[in-house]
């Protein structure tokens, strides 16, 4: 157990998976779900299913705001330089798992067919207040954690 900003209680560990987290617009979930893997010791990146600016800094974002502001003052993390990306075939490739947070209706077919999948069902934290975000980036994170070292 270690301690990150803020005096936050953090358990390092180092996971062996490759994890690609996807949502929506890659702003928000896929982007928290990236750092709390880091910051656990794993190895990710993030994408999403319908980016219209891909390679816009996150920050550039209105509706990043709240889970911005979440993710520096709990853990540290600071995501505002976090480049967007859509995802693809190509740069899906060579990850272990595919980890999905984005509205099933906005999920490509090849990426909901693809055996590395999982499917997470959590609420995008676009529009929330902070409390709710907090809420949300904990639920990321405790099945960030939970994640299988294979």
Known sequence: MGSGRNGAQV????????????????????????????LHGGIGDSAGTRVDMPGQQVADRPAAATILRV??????????????????????????????MAEPETIPAWLREDARTELWRIPDPAGQDKAATRNIVRKIEEKVVNIPNE
């Open 11 to 38: 358990q390092w560990y180092n996971c062996g998976m490759k994890v690609l987290f996807v949502c929506r617009a890659n702003v928000g979930r896929s982007q928290a779900a990236m750092e709390l893997y880091r």
């Open 71 to 100: 993710m520096l003052e709990t853990y540290g993390l600071d995501m505002s330089h976090n480049l967007r990306t859509q995802i693809s075939p190509e740069n899906a490739a060579g990850y272990d798992k595919l980890i999905i």
